[in-house]
């Protein structure tokens, strides 16, 4: 399983807590994904030193025209993509992944979680 993490540089370790206990316990997904420069964030680091996830560090430009379940406004106008964080985590995975939990936002809204895994699992 792979967590693909969006999030908005104004994040709070309060809301990776919410994703870790609310999909990450859920789902068993202790390896992270994200952008190569949202991977550099002094909290998101911290967060995931701490609880010891494998951390997946995607190119942005590889998310970009991803095709994914969930469309979101802003997702589509600064990242170019349906969902940043569902497009990580299959970008992450590889062509045999398929999202299996869609776009979940934290509820201070300034992170998002899409847990994939691979098809046939």
Same mark, same amino acid.
């Given at each position: 399983? @792979?967590a ?11 809301s /990776?807590?919410? !994703?870790l206990e609310?999909y +990450?316990?859920?789902?068993?997904a202790f ?5 190569? #420069? ?5 909290? /998101? !680091?911290k967060?995931v030193?701490t609880n010891? /996830?494998?951390? +997946?560090?995607? %190119?942005? %430009?590889?998310?970009?025209?991803i095709i994914?379940?969930t469309v979101? %406004?802003v997702s589509? &106008? /600064? &990242?170019?993509?349906?969902?940043f964080? #569902? =497009? =990580?985590a299959?970008?992450a995975?590889?062509s ?9 936002i934290s509820s201070d809204? !300034?992170?998002? @979680?899409a847990?994939?895994e691979? %098809?046939?699992?």
């Amino acid at each position: 399983m @792979i967590a693909g993490i969006g999030f908005k540089s104004t994040v709070t370790i309060t809301s /990776f807590n919410e !994703l870790l206990e609310n999909y +990450i316990k859920k789902y068993s997904a202790f390896t992270i994904a994200t952008s190569k #420069e949202k991977a550099e964030n002094e909290v /998101f !680091l911290k967060f995931v030193i701490t609880n010891h /996830f494998k951390l +997946i560090r995607v %190119d942005e %430009d590889a998310v970009s025209n991803i095709i994914t379940p969930t469309v979101s %406004d802003v997702s589509k &106008k /600064f &990242k170019n993509v349906g969902s940043f964080c #569902e =497009a =990580a985590a299959l970008v992450a995975g590889g062509s045999a992944f398929k999202i299996i939990c869609e776009r979940k936002i934290s509820s201070d809204r !300034l992170a998002t @979680i899409a847990i994939a895994e691979m %098809d046939g699992v």
